[in-house]
């Protein structure tokens, strides 16, 4: 008996057969599943809908020839920046936007590199074609990187801004000004007049943010500002402890704290322990970016009150705005998005003591 293999009765079936069944290009049958908005939607819905029936899953390889892409996203991490694939908040974004990056079924490449060879590290990206688009990590103000991939032409979307740069560029970022703000404003609500901001390093975009609105706001109450009660540095625990320590051995001390993380915080409430103080009875405290996965702010009741934004969720909006860049025309203006954050009420904070 003469056995005779059809694509149908394969376990797999090669991109020329999928389209041969449907009566289409591979080319077309390769967009439609990429999501290319040149397809037309009827023919995208029913190309999605055979390759569910039949059980068809793109060979990779083939896709890369058929629309020229490498179906896959670049993010070059520079370690003397202090970015490290341990840190949770870096581990968070890179979660949220791997969701995005698997349901639209492109790969996500992780380039490690010095600092120094971080221009490099994108130069041979665009070069050798393996990636179709990078997110951009830890923008400094006037970042060097947006420049240098707007020559590249490659598609790009920024986690954070670079205030000092003025040529429109596609990001993503947290109203950090807002939500330093209102932490202050909650603290002065409470009647705390001596606020510690212990933030992240100020060449940061994000944390000169953040030190703008704690100033901001005790200056629109006639509040002087005191540059001992000002320290930006690594957001570690042992940071915020020897920064805490420091500013609680003033000879008037803060009553409160705003940390620009969780991380931070746990070292903050070391440091006011080791005093014989208690948080959020003789010391308030409040810490940002306490939505992590790896490192919960309590279970039912939070223990630090927050500016909440989720760094998650600032991941996946990231992802799917850079592949709907790379998806479509070039030259269509860079999209962006601000993200506010929500005042979480935690065990922390409290009237200032009498």
């Given at each position: 008996?003469?056995?005779?293999?059809?694509?149908?009765?394969?376990?797999?079936?090669?991109?020329?057969?999928?389209?041969?069944?449907?009566?289409?290009?591979?080319?077309?049958?390769?967009?439609?599943?990429?999501?290319?908005?040149?397809?037309?939607?009827?023919?995208?819905?029913?190309?999605?809908?055979?390759?569910?029936?039949?059980?068809?899953?793109?060979?990779?390889?083939?896709?890369?020839?058929?629309?020229?892409?490498?179906?896959?996203?670049?993010?070059?991490?520079?370690?003397?920046?202090?970015?490290?694939?341990?840190?949770?908040?870096?581990?968070?974004?890179?979660?949220?936007?791997?969701?995005?990056?698997?349901?639209?079924?492109?790969?996500?490449?992780?380039?490690?590199?010095?600092?120094?060879?971080?221009?490099?590290?994108?130069?041979?990206?665009?070069?050798?074609?393996?990636?179709?688009?990078?997110?951009?990590?830890?923008?400094?103000?006037?970042?060097?990187?947006?420049?240098?991939?707007?020559?590249?032409?490659?598609?790009?979307?920024?986690?954070?801004?670079?205030?000092?740069?003025?040529?429109?560029?596609?990001?993503?970022?947290?109203?950090?000004?807002?939500?330093?703000?209102?932490?202050?404003?909650?603290?002065?609500?409470?009647?705390?007049?001596?606020i510690g901001l212990i933030n992240g390093i100020e060449q940061m975009d994000f944390a000169m943010r953040r030190r703008r609105g704690v100033t901001e706001a005790l200056l629109a109450r006639g509040l002087a500002l005191d540059p001992d009660l000002f320290f930006a540095g690594e957001m570690t625990e042992g940071i915020g402890y020897a920064a805490a320590k420091t500013m609680l051995s003033l000879a008037t001390p803060p009553t409160a704290f705003i940390a620009s993380s969780i991380i931070l915080g746990y070292g903050i409430r070391r440091a006011i322990e080791e005093k014989g103080l208690k948080m959020g009875r003789d010391i308030s405290v409040i810490v940002h970016d306490d939505d992590l996965s790896y490192l919960k702010n309590g279970d039912d009741v939070p223990i630090f009150t927050a500016t909440r934004s989720s760094v998650r969720e600032a991941g996946r909006v990231a992802a799917a705005m850079l592949l709907q860049m790379i998806a479509g025309p070039r030259d269509a203006p860079p999209p962006s998005r601000l993200l506010e954050a929500e005042l979480i009420i935690g065990q922390s904070t409290c009237p200032i003591p009498r």
């Open positions: 008996m003469i056995k005779i293999e059809t694509a149908l009765n394969r376990a797999t079936m090669t991109l020329k057969e999928f389209s041969a069944l449907l009566g289409l290009s591979p080319t077309t049958v390769s967009r439609a599943l990429g999501g290319y908005p040149e397809v037309r939607k009827a023919t995208r819905d029913h190309v999605i809908a055979e390759a569910k029936r039949l059980n068809y899953h793109p060979d990779a390889r083939a896709s890369r020839l058929a629309t020229g892409r490498a179906k896959a996203v670049g993010h070059v991490i520079p370690l003397s920046s202090g970015h490290q694939i341990m840190n949770p908040v870096f581990a968070d974004f890179i979660s949220g936007a791997g969701e995005v990056y698997s349901r639209h079924d492109h790969d996500m490449i992780l380039s490690i590199v010095d600092g120094v060879d971080e221009a490099a590290s994108y130069r041979t990206l665009k070069s050798k074609g393996s990636v179709d688009g990078v997110i951009v990590h830890g923008p400094h103000l006037n970042d060097a990187r947006i420049p240098l991939l707007q020559e590249l032409n490659m598609p790009f979307v920024v986690h954070g801004r670079a205030s000092d740069i003025t040529t429109p560029y596609a990001w993503v970022d947290v109203n950090n000004r807002r939500a330093f703000a209102r932490a202050t404003n909650f603290l002065l609500d409470f009647g705390h007049r001596r």
